[in-house]
């Protein structure tokens, strides 16, 4: 979220449409069923709100507030995410869903 030259959202997307790629393509070539895990895969949306969190996590700052106060730091990344990125919104919902299921 800091990077010095900042991403158009497009391009985040193209990115996160090529991780994904790579998973399917590996897990193809691992014998699975495309049937069994294409669903279990996040949106390319929502693989652009991890991208963007794992490099927030890069930041020493946040890495030591996340280790003091786990809910609320993830909470004000995935927040500051979908301020920086509005469009990304929908995603920040769902993986903050997704992580409050997980948690209980």
């Not at 391009?11 to 590996?26: G, I, K, Y």
């Amino acid at each position: 979220m800091h990077a010095a030259v900042p991403l158009s959202l497009e391009l985040l997307r193209q990115e996160a449409r090529d991780e994904l790629e790579v998973v399917v393509h590996e897990l193809c070539l691992q014998g699975r069923d495309p049937w069994e895990f294409m669903q279990t895969l996040p949106s390319v949306d929502e693989q652009v709100v991890a991208n963007l969190y794992e490099e927030a996590l890069g930041d020493p700052d946040a890495l030591a507030r996340l280790r003091r106060d786990p809910r609320a730091t993830e909470h004000r990344l995935l927040a500051q995410i979908a301020l920086e990125h509005p469009p990304l919104g929908p995603a920040v919902s769902a993986i903050a869903r997704a992580r409050e299921v997980g948690s209980r």
